[in-house]
């Protein structure tokens, strides 16, 4: 039988070494940070193209600030507003079109199913006339 003297480790006095632990915990910090946004930005951005019922907006803007000149994109998606753009997302072309609010003349969104869109029937609109906060 050996003998185990005061200078070996005892298994439970072993302990990890301080590089090791810092390695680990970049591991989980960076898997935590990075890994979430990127899967769920995937889920969002599938979210905007595929085909739901979700309602789509047809927009007549001005094509230049001070301009009489208008132009008309129709089947659009809100992505999101702040105070002076609108974000909105064409599934059509693949597109994203950022609109500033000054220059948007009207606003129409559809709440129409998209089974109603492909019979052509009415359903439900909302209207939004001359949406700019004015000169």
Do not use: C, H, W
Request: charged residues 20%; without cysteine; glycine residues 6%.
């Amino acid at each position: 039988m050996k003998r185990i003297s005061e200078s070996d480790p005892s298994p439970s006095s072993y302990t990890v070494p301080v590089y090791q632990m810092a390695g680990i915990v970049a591991v989980f910090t960076i898997g935590y940070t990075l890994l979430p946004p990127y899967f769920l930005a995937g889920i969002a951005a599938d979210s905007l193209q595929s085909s739901s019922d979700e309602p789509l907006t047809s927009v007549q803007y001005r094509a230049t600030s001070g301009s009489e000149e208008q132009t008309t994109e129709k089947g659009l998606r809100v992505i999101g507003t702040t105070q002076s753009f609108v974000f909105f997302y064409d599934r059509k072309e693949s597109r994203n079109l950022i609109i500033p609010t000054a220059q948007i003349v009207e606003m129409q969104q559809s709440l129409k199913s998209a089974s109603q869109r492909s019979q052509g029937s009415d359903g439900p609109e909302k209207t939004v006339k001359d949406a700019s906060p004015g000169p």
